[in-house]
């Protein structure tokens, strides 16, 4: 299972594994502070994405769907999140304002896609005009 999360929120028991996913680390948490099992600056969206969208929720579908490119054209920054999913509950935190129009939350909706297109069987072999 995968969700996301404000890093300002409370760790629970419920979370699972706990990966921050922002490029920057969150602002008045020490690291010793914050409960994470890892953090993966390199699968959030680039200094230049991330500054174009400040966070404008008119600028929301126009970001999912720059950073949705940019997820495929780096499989190695979130190839790893993928194994972490199928452990079990995964928790994708980040520290932006509004959980809806977080990277997060863009991640974790790819990161589900994935997982579902790598789920389905492959399609059957065409025997159309075989004799």
């Keep these: 299972m995968l969700q996301y999360k404000r ?5 629970e028991s419920s ?12 602002r008045g948490l020490s690291k010793q ?4 099992d890892a953090w993966l600056p390199d699968v959030a969206p680039s200094t ?17 769907e720059k950073y949705r490119e940019q997820l495929v054209a780096h499989p190695e920054h979130w ?13 994708l935190l980040f520290a932006a ?7 997060a939350r863009v991640l974790a ?13 492959s399609s059957p072999t065409c025997y159309t005009n075989h004799d």
């Design 79 to 91: 190839q790893g999140l993928l194994g972490m999913a199928k452990q079990g509950t995964l928790t």
């Design 15 to 26: 979370d699972g594994l706990r990966v921050l996913v922002d490029r920057l680390w969150p």
């Design 48 to 64: 230049e994405l991330r500054r174009e969208y400040q966070h404008q929720a008119s600028a929301f579908a126009a970001f999912s």
């Design 33 to 36: 502070a914050l409960q994470l």
């Design 7 to 11: 890093v300002y929120e409370p760790a």
């Design 97 to 103: 304002r509004d959980p809806q129009l977080s990277n």
């Design 109 to 121: 909706e790819f990161l589900e896609d994935e997982l579902d297109r790598r789920d389905q069987p």
